[in-house]
């Protein structure tokens, strides 16, 4: 079984935006999982302009590395876990171990334990 991507209805590009990884010097809030970024981790910085209001987003390293192996075409900011979530239910809990070999030893197991939820 092949990786599938998860396609999300995407509520549309900023009309500009600034992306950067950043360095924690306080504790900041992951926008899709809401887990505490701690001082001295890395996260992704994504500030950008949609329909004239400016918006900042936060991802945690997990969080960015389950973005970025199964939404291949778009996502939207602060849906990221719960389309995930909803995939997996919508595969009946059948994700490629293909998929999940590829990340990190944190994004596996937040991964696994929601897959393991489902089957519950």
């Given at each position: 079984?092949?990786?599938?991507?998860?396609?999300?209805?995407?509520?549309?590009?900023?009309?500009?935006?600034?992306?950067?990884?950043?360095?924690?010097?306080?504790?900041?809030?992951?926008?899709?999982?809401?887990?505490?970024?701690?001082?001295?981790?890395?996260?992704?910085?994504?500030?950008?302009?949609?329909?004239?209001?400016?918006?900042?987003?936060?991802?945690?390293?997990?969080?960015?590395?389950i973005r970025n192996?199964?939404?291949?075409?778009?996502?939207?900011?602060?849906?990221?876990?719960?389309?995930?979530?909803?995939?997996?239910?919508?595969?009946?809990?059948?994700?490629?171990?293909?998929?999940?070999?590829?990340?990190?030893?944190?994004?596996?197991?937040?991964?696994?334990?929601?897959?393991?939820?489902?089957?519950?």
């Open positions: 079984m092949e990786c599938s991507c998860i396609m999300v209805d995407c509520y549309g590009s900023p009309e500009l935006y600034s992306k950067k990884m950043k360095t924690a010097r306080k504790c900041h809030r992951c926008n899709e999982c809401y887990r505490t970024i701690l001082p001295k981790e890395r996260y992704e910085y994504f500030a950008g302009k949609w329909d004239g209001v400016f918006e900042t987003y936060k991802t945690c390293p997990t969080c960015l590395d192996a199964f939404f291949c075409e778009g996502w939207n900011f602060g849906e990221v876990m719960e389309d995930f979530k909803e995939h997996v239910a919508d595969m009946g809990g059948d994700i490629s171990e293909d998929c999940i070999v590829e990340l990190s030893p944190p994004a596996r197991d937040k991964v696994c334990g929601l897959i393991e939820q489902y089957w519950y």
